[in-house]
Structures are given as C-alpha cells and as structure tokens.
C-alpha cells in the first residue's frame, strides 16, 4: 500500500503493511537510504506479529522531493518534521518509532519535540543526539576511500554506479558474509525509483539548527538499542553510549553484523522489537534490565 504524503513544500513516498487498525510502527531509515533499504521481508514479518508498519523514502531518496546534487536547504530538523509529516498523513496521534543510523538521530529528535507522540523508539546502528561525553569512535577509513570515489564517478554508467553501489554494501557488512545477489536486487529497484541517485548524498551536508546538548539524557519513552557488532560506520561504542546515556534503554548487540539488516539477523530483530513493543503496552511483564 504506497501512499504520498504533501507536507509544505515536499512529497514523501510512504508505503504500508498491515492493518491500519493495530498499533502503528513507523521506520525512519539512514542518510542516503530510501524505504528499500527496510527490507520487504522485515516489514511483513513485524506486521504480521500484530503492527502497522509504514516506511518512507526521505528527502533526495527513492520517489520523495529532491534537490540538485549539492544543495541542500534543509537540516537534520526538518528530517524529523518529515517523520512526524508521515504520521500526519496516516492519521497517527501515536506511534512506535523504529530508526537506523540517521533515522535513529532524527527519531531521538522527535521523541524529545513532541514525546506525547512517540510510545517507544527503537534504535539501530544509531548514535547519541548531542553527545557530551568522550569521543565515540565513527566511520572507518575504508568508507572514506570509497566515497572519495564518487568524485570521478560516471553517475551516467549504470554498471558503474551499480559496482559503486554494491562495494558501499559491502563494506557496510563490516567483514560479516555477504550476500551480493540480496543487496543487487534492492540496489536494482534503488536505481529504478530515485529521482537522482546522486541527491541522496546530500545528505553528507547536514547540519543541525537546534541546541541539543546532552539531549538524550531527557528521553523519557522506553528504547529499545540495537547495534551490529562489527559496524564499521557507527563502531558499537555508540550503541553502548546510547543505551548509558538514555535512561531505562535496553542494548541488545547483533553478533556477525555490521551497519546494516542482513537477512540472518531478521528472526532475532524482529524478535526483540516484537517482544519490546508488546512490553511498553503492558500486553507482558516488564522483567529483566531496561524498560
């Protein structure tokens, strides 16, 4: 079920699973990343445990209002004005947030502007929103030298930005197995829906307008972290600040992943998510550490 939601200026390219009428989940994914990169087979499985699950494209990706390459008139903010767009337009006072790297930044944002909204965030491969405490390890040299790639990159060869592409992926896997023909499929569907594939790195010159010193401290829903264990664009470290920095957060750490949602580790993501979010609505008993 895809749907556009017209926010202001902009159009977001949504798509849903499930029935409208159970709780809602809504997946913000990260910079660069359209709702392609929530896999099919991780929506249908979280909908059919009993949630209404919608994905989204954000700005400069998939079939959402983009911008030329390099411009970029909008911060980190307006991203998560978007989310809250995207519960707007399906009618959501409400809802379960599910965020991965930057849609876990973002959704931080919108738990601390309108926490009346957010039951519970779940964050993936993300890091801390306005971080006061010792440097967290970021993004490995390997991913530098790719992307320093795109700057002689023939964005008209299909071939060669596909190979581009699937090497991101890849590395993205952070030396775990890797499954090429998985990520040439959605890397496929990618190329055929975006607007410009370029626009999406756009998203490399965010900025943020607000102050958000020491922000995650004041989050106050329950948080669900999950962190590959090999992640070599955000290293685990930021998944263990975050679960110390927000009260009450719970870290589960994916062993044999990276940044990233391999098929192998869906059973135990959706697991965990599942069992989570039934917790925060009281249908279990709340035990163990967290929540």
């Given at each position: 079920m895809e749907r556009v939601v017209r926010a202001s200026d902009i159009e977001i390219s949504t798509e849903s699973f499930g029935d409208a009428g159970n709780p809602a989940l809504v997946l913000a994914m990260g910079a660069t990343a359209s709702k392609l990169w929530w896999p099919?087979?991780?929506?249908?499985?979280?909908?059919?445990?009993?949630?209404?699950?919608?994905r989204y494209d954000h700005r400069d990706t998939g079939c959402s209002t983009s911008?030329?390459?390099g411009e970029a008139p909008y911060a980190a903010e307006d991203l998560a004005d978007?989310?809250?767009?995207?519960?707007?337009g399906y009618n959501l006072d409400r809802a379960h947030v599910a965020g991965m790297s930057l849609g876990g930044y973002i959704a931080q944002m919108v738990a601390l502007r309108q926490p009346e909204r957010v039951l519970s965030l779940t964050l993936i491969g993300s890091e801390p929103l306005g971080w006061t405490g010792p440097d967290l390890p970021s993004i490995a040299p390997e991913f530098?030298?790719?992307?320093?790639?795109m700057e002689t990159l023939d964005w008209s060869d299909h071939g060669a930005v596909r190979d581009f592409m699937l090497?991101?992926?890849?590395?993205?896997?952070?030396?775990?197995p890797f499954d090429a023909e998985r990520e040439l499929r959605r890397i496929d569907a990618e190329l055929g829906r975006?607007?410009?594939?370029?626009?999406?790195?756009?998203h490399g010159m965010l900025t943020v307008r607000d102050d958000w010193h020491d922000a995650t401290a004041r989050i106050s829903q329950p948080v669900l972290v999950m962190h590959g264990e090999q992640d070599p664009i955000l290293p685990l470290a930021n998944g263990e600040a975050l679960a110390t920095a927000i009260p009450r957060a719970r870290l589960v750490v994916l062993k044999g992943v990276g940044h990233e949602i391999p098929q192998a580790a869906i059973p135990v993501m959706i697991a965990e998510m599942t069992e989570f979010m039934r917790q925060v609505a009281g249908l279990t008993p709340r035990t163990g550490p967290g929540f």
């Open positions: 099919r087979d991780f929506c249908e499985a979280l909908a059919k445990s009993g949630y209404h699950v919608i911008y030329p390459p978007d989310l809250l767009s995207v519960m707007d530098m030298l790719h992307f320093a790639a090497e991101a992926a890849r590395l993205s896997a952070g030396g775990n975006a607007r410009d594939m370029r626009s999406a790195f756009n």
